[in-house]
């Protein structure tokens, strides 16, 4: 008889505590399971859960993983909620949004990152880009892997890529972002259907992994000075 087989957190050895709602008392009951033998794979590749090991609910059939060795080996976080005793799963991609009052936060868990906007933008995302769309700006936020070439190759080499595109960097400067171990802004101007529009980068980075670069292309009509692109830098923060 083919197994079914269903991932889980193993809270326990013998007893398995299982939440039911974020209010719900625990449920404990003893049960028999099987040890040894149990390997998990991904993609092929065995993926090494330590102590954690794999084990199979005899009266069930069924074989219970570690959430966090199979999500991680799957390029995803895990998180514990201990409040509503959820075990939270989040992806690259993944973001959460929380508007209070004219702001919005962009929140990606995987990241430990946050973006605070105004309310009302039109958002799109990808895997590897946040756009959010606004009456006279576009805003976007990209995240790039710069661990093998180092930051200062990676923003020189996106500045590069930005200029094949139709821009004209005027200036650079190192500038200082709560959280981040290196950081610089770029100015100057992207050329959008025939229009030449005025353009503000910041390039971020909070670990020695990824970098983030946060661009704003404005209208000069509604924001002369560039004051409200700039505040959209600023509310690039690193940490939930």
Do not use: C
């Amino acid at each position: 008889m083919r197994k079914r087989w269903m991932v889980a957190l193993a809270t326990g050895v013998l007893v398995l505590g299982m939440a039911v709602g974020a209010t719900a008392a625990g449920v404990r009951r003893n049960i028999e399971v099987e040890y040894g033998g149990i390997n998990l794979k991904v993609d092929g590749k065995a993926v090494d859960t330590g102590s954690s090991q794999p084990f199979v609910v005899v009266e069930e059939g069924r074989t219970y993983v570690p959430a966090r060795y199979l999500a991680e080996a799957l390029n995803a976080k895990v998180d514990w909620d201990a409040a509503t005793k959820s075990v939270l799963v989040s992806t690259p991609r993944y973001y959460k949004t929380e508007t209070q009052g004219d702001m919005t936060t962009y929140t990606f868990p995987y990241y430990g990152v946050s973006v605070k906007w105004p309310a009302g933008g039109k958002t799109q995302a990808s895997d590897e880009l946040l756009e959010v769309q606004y009456a006279n700006n576009l805003t976007s936020v990209t995240v790039m892997n710069y661990q093998a070439a180092g930051f200062d190759t990676m923003v020189d080499a996106g500045l590069a890529a930005i200029k094949q595109s139709g821009a004209t960097i005027t200036a650079e400067e190192p500038v200082t972002v709560p959280g981040a171990v290196a950081a610089r802004d770029a100015t100057g101007t992207m050329k959008l259907a025939g229009n030449e529009l005025p353009m503000r980068i910041r390039f971020a980075a909070a670990d020695a992994k990824h970098l983030w670069m946060v661009m704003v292309i404005y209208n000069k009509q509604t924001d002369p000075d560039g004051a409200k692109a700039k505040s959209f830098l600023s509310g690039f923060t690193f940490g939930n």
